[in-house]
């Protein structure tokens, strides 16, 4: 039986935000690392400070559409498929270069994530993360954690935008001789 990628699972179940036009940069698996808590909100004295922290199961993947757009789409700790832009988040890429892309995800209201996903000195794809979640949020803490991935397929980014460029052509083109042909 054939196994199904995590973006194909995402297409099937037609996650919000999921543009049928995007190619996936990074497929990348479960994240752990460390998260520190402070007091307040739903944390208390006892439970504050610095906690191993993973997402079992969690899965992770950055789209790039022809249009210009990212998409985080991921799996949390409940197994639920989400998009960070369906979601609301704003995602920008900070640093690109031919063994990372590094993207800001910031979500409306208390969440400002930081996602490079990077090849190692051996070539290994991985994903280090950095979040922080503010006072408006339930509790206020910001993680680390790094996820291997099975795929970093930047040069993929530079297929969306020539293809990007060629639709927009192609439509300029279609729209000048609907003109044209008015006259």
């Known amino acids: 039986m054939r196994k199904l990628t995590f973006a194909a699972a995402v297409a099937a179940l037609g996650v919000v935000g999921l543009n049928a036009d995007a190619a996936t940069i ?67 890429p900070i640093r690109f270069g031919a063994n990372e892309i590094t993207v800001t995800i910031l979500y409306p209201g208390a969440t400002f994530e930081i996602y490079s996903y990077v090849r190692d000195g051996s070539g290994k794809p991985q994903l280090l993360t950095l979040q922080s979640r503010g006072p408006d949020s339930l509790f206020t803490n910001a993680t680390v954690m790094v996820a291997p991935c099975e795929l970093l397929d930047i040069e993929a980014l530079d297929r969306m935008v020539d293809a990007g460029a060629a639709a927009a052509a192609a439509t300029d083109a279609a729209a000048a001789g609907a003109a044209t042909a008015r006259k």
């Open 26 to 92: 990074a497929n990348c698996g479960a994240p752990s690392g460390w998260a520190y808590y402070a007091q307040g909100g739903l944390v208390g004295a006892d439970n504050a400070g610095w906690d191993k922290s993973q997402i079992s199961g969690g899965r992770t993947t950055l789209t790039f559409s022809t249009e210009g757009i990212f998409d985080v789409l991921y799996v949390d700790a409940t197994g639920a498929i989400s998009s960070a832009t369906a979601e609301g988040a704003t995602i920008r």
